[in-house]
């Protein structure tokens, strides 16, 4: 079987400056003509302009969910979750959900989520305590 070796979500946003410059300086992406990309495309995008502002649609909340996500991205341990939550605090992210944990059976999952400037919502979580 043939091995993928990284994904993209592509976006359609309002602004492709203003969304590049967004992933760039507050999202800490390498930012090229067509991918917005951090830490060897564990996290990538293509950010593509829409030709309406009705194009862009971000997700709704699923069954269950208080804040919808577009994007759902895994950091290892809680530590490293607390320090990208300071650095994207420190350039300017927009918060739509504070870190928060929740206690599984198995362990303690916390996570909190960001907003890109067209509503796009981009989550992280992790499951390790340390």
């Given amino acids: 079987m043939s091995k993928i070796q990284f994904s993209v979500q592509v976006l359609l946003v309002s602004d492709l400056e203003r969304s590049k410059r967004f992933y760039e300086h507050v999202l800490g992406c390498e930012v090229t003509d067509w991918w917005a990309v951090r830490d060897d495309f564990a996290l990538g995008f293509k950010l593509m302009q829409a030709f309406s502002i009705e194009d862009v649609r971000p997700n709704k909340a699923g069954k269950g969910q208080v804040v919808p996500w577009n994007t759902y991205a895994y950091v290892d ?3 490293e979750l607390d320090a990208l939550f300071h650095e994207l605090q420190t350039k300017g992210a927009e918060f739509v959900q504070q870190p928060v944990v929740e206690e599984q059976g198995w362990g303690a999952w916390k996570e909190f989520a960001i907003q890109d400037p067209d509503g796009y919502v981009i ?3 992790s499951g390790k305590r340390n």
Wanted: charged share 0%; proline share 0%; hydrophobic share 50%.
């Fill in 77 to 79: 341990t809680h530590v």
């Fill in 123 to 125: 989550a992280f979580g």
